[in-house]
């Protein structure tokens, strides 16, 4: 079985320009996270998705960061426009809603890099 | 809001030898301390979790205890390998959404044959 999938695994970009994540949970998973790790810090928590609801957005920096779970499969984050401090990698994570164990199972994350 | 604190941030240790990664927590709400493992370049993944209502849990070379009263959980491993090379992340619910957890920022561990 699939495990989750995140694209594109590294992106670079300049300030103010646009990127797009995509993240592809575990088939079954109608939990959904996105996460984020700036270098030598905590993965932060930036929000979560029940199948195409938003069910915890606190953890989201700022208006410049858009999350969509159309149809409740993938998922997308976009940063626009994107600054500096927004480097870092950011994980997609799923699990489980009926019979959450508290297990998040991780994709390998995709790495952004602002110029 | 909760505030997980981890320690070491690097851990050196010989093949065989034990290694101990200390978290503290600061919301005596939360109930759940998971672990997750990240070796280089791969996805982070649970090794094991503990809940508030037992103390310690055991699996193979890895433990982990919990002392509720001074809101602190470690993660013990013994006879470390070179396998064992990670960052590992403790972690702590929030008491928010379904797989809200605020992590500590990661122990980096290097087992040296």
């Known amino acids: 079985e699939a495990g989750v999938t995140q694209f594109p695994s590294h992106s670079v970009i300049e300030k103010g320009q646009t990127v797009t994540l995509r993240c592809d949970p575990i088939?079954?998973?109608?939990?959904l996270y996105w996460y984020r790790r700036v270098m030598g810090k905590e993965i932060k928590f930036l929000l979560h998705f029940v199948k195409e609801s938003k069910q915890d957005e606190s953890g989201m920096p700022n208006n410049r960061f858009l999350a969509e779970r159309t149809g409740g499969t993938y998922s997308t984050l976009k940063v626009q426009p994107a600054e500096l401090e927004d480097s870092g990698v950011y994980f997609c994570?799923?699990?489980?809603?009926?019979?959450?164990?508290?297990?998040?199972?991780f994709g390998e994350g995709s790495r952004l890099t602002v110029l | 809001g909760e505030n997980v604190e981890q320690h070491p941030s690097t851990l050196s240790v010989q093949e065989g030898d034990s290694a101990v990664i200390k978290c503290t927590y600061s919301d005596s709400a939360s109930n759940y301390f998971p672990w997750y493992k990240q070796e280089l370049g791969k996805r982070p993944q649970l090794i094991i979790d503990i809940r508030s209502n037992v103390g310690e849990k055991k699996d193979q070379r890895i433990a982990v205890t919990l002392n509720k009263t001074a809101k602190h959980f470690s993660l013990h491993i013994t006879e470390t390998q070179p396998e064992d090379s990670a960052v590992y992340f403790c972690a702590a619910s929030s008491g928010g959404s379904q797989g809200n957890l605020i992590f500590g920022k990661g122990t980096k561990l290097s087992v040296k044959p």
């Open positions: 994570a799923s699990s489980l809603l009926r019979g959450f164990t508290g297990e998040l199972f």
């Open positions: 088939s079954g998973h109608d939990n």
